[in-house]
Structures are given as structure tokens and as C-alpha cells.
T-cell receptor, first 117, second 113 residues
């Protein structure tokens, strides 16, 4: 069974600084997808970034980028130029790639990020 | 704008009472999901549905029931058999058999009176 671990329950960063959130996962699959979701105090889950395991190039989305290390099963999220609106819970998630049947998304326990003015 | 609407935002349940959480989507997604969120535990899957009139149990289905009579709607009933229902409940939807991520509603906070 797949598992997702986020070892940092809480983190803080000064506004305009850079922060990295850690995520590791365990799977025997070769084809899969990884996601980072953001949940601000308003509680709506928002997709931040996604990575296909077959792509070696790390995904980027404006100030958000990932460091995907497939062999190490690591998928960290880097937030550059942190803004107050980045304050939220961040969830790492795993989904097996299968175009013929459903497979559920596995979520990590989350990291609470606070951006300090 | 397309999206997922959950209602109500806050809900209170008395002992022995069943309550129903609403989830409606206009994204034309085939698959819909219900998650429970507790502090420090991330999201846990309660039920999911891939097609109308069909649904499957997730990891923590005991004490919950669902129906899928319409593609757009996937209501969740928290029954009196669920002894610890206080949590935040999130509904999501996605295209079926695709690599596209799930879209989420704003959630419902359920508390016990």
C-alpha cells in the first residue's frame, strides 16, 4: 500500500523569504502522479502543483517549484518570495497512474505554514 | 463558473440524529468523493462514486451512507451509528480514469450538540 509522509507538522517563514516543505512517499509503482494542495484558513483545497513520475524535469508554477527525487521517493515543495497569502496547510498527495480503473488519492498529514510579516 | 458547492457550511447534530451533507458539482465530472478531515490526519476517504447509481466504500465508511441518483449530486448522510462525527467534511470530483487532479468544495464543519 502507498503511504505519504510529511515530517514537518508546522513551519514558519519570513515574508519574501524562501521555504521548502518536505514530502516522502512509499510505493512499488513506477507510473504515478504527485500533487501539492494548499488549504488556506478558508478551508478550500486548492491544487498548487503536480508532477508526473515519468518526467524527470521538476514542475514549476510561478513561485512554486518541486524537487522530485524518484529514486529517493522524495517530493519537496519550494515556495519562493513567500507572501502572506501563502499561509495555509499544505498537503502532499500521491495517485497511481491507471487509465483503466480507479485508484484513490493518498494524502499526507499536512504541514501548517505560517508566513510572518 | 464551474465548481463544487457544499452545504451547509456549518452543521450541528444531536445525539441519535442522522444528518445529510449536500454536494453539487457543475463540472460534468463522472467521479465524486467524500473525505473526512481531522487535525493531524490529513484526508481520509469515506465513499466514492464513479458513475450514477453506483458507489464504493472508502477507508472509513462505517457510520456513513451515500447516494448518487444524479451525476451532479453526491449527498453524504452521517448516521447515528457514527459515534465520533465531529470533523470537517470535504467533497471532491474528477474526470474518470484520467490523470487530472480532484477539485474540492469548501467543506462542511459538523459538530455534536
Amino acid at each position: 500500500a502507498q503511504t505519504v509522509t510529511q515530517s514537518q507538522p508546522e513551519m514558519s517563514v519570513q515574508e519574501a523569504e524562501t521555504v521548502t516543505l518536505s514530502c516522502t512517499y512509499d510505493t512499488s509503482e513506477n507510473n504515478y502522479y504527485l500533487f501539492w494542495y494548499k488549504q488556506p484558513p478558508s478551508r478550500q483545497m486548492i491544487l498548487v502543483i503536480r508532477q508526473e513520475a515519468y518526467k524527470q524535469q521538476n514542475a514549476t508554477e510561478n513561485r512554486f517549484s518541486v524537487n522530485f527525487q524518484k529514486a529517493a521517493k522524495s517530493f519537496s515543495l519550494k515556495i519562493s518570495d513567500s507572501q502572506l497569502g501563502d499561509t495555509a496547510m499544505y498537503f502532499c498527495a500521491f495517485m497511481k497512474h491507471d487509465e483503466t480503473s480507479y485508484d484513490k488519492v493518498i494524502f499526507g498529514p499536512g504541514t501548517s505554514l505560517s508566513v510572518i510579516p | 463558473d464551474g465548481g463544487i458547492t457544499q452545504s451547509p457550511k456549518y452543521l450541528f447534530r444531536k445525539e441519535g440524529q442522522n444528518v445529510t451533507l449536500s454536494c453539487e458539482q457543475n463540472l460534468n465530472h463522472d467521479a465524486m468523493y467524500w473525505y473526512r478531515q481531522d487535525p493531524g490526519q490529513g484526508l481520509r476517504l469515506i465513499y466514492y462514486s464513479q458513475i450514477v447509481n453506483d458507489f464504493q466504500k472508502g477507508d472509513i465508511a462505517e457510520g456513513y451512507s451515500v447516494s448518487r441518483e444524479k451525476k451532479e449530486s453526491f449527498p453524504l448522510t452521517v448516521t447515528s451509528a457514527q459515534k465520533n462525527p465531529t470533523a470537517f467534511y470535504l467533497c471532491a470530483s474528477s474526470r474518470l480514469y484520467s490523470n487530472q487532479p480532484q477539485h474540492f468544495g469548501d467543506g462542511t464543519r459538523l459538530s455534536i450538540l
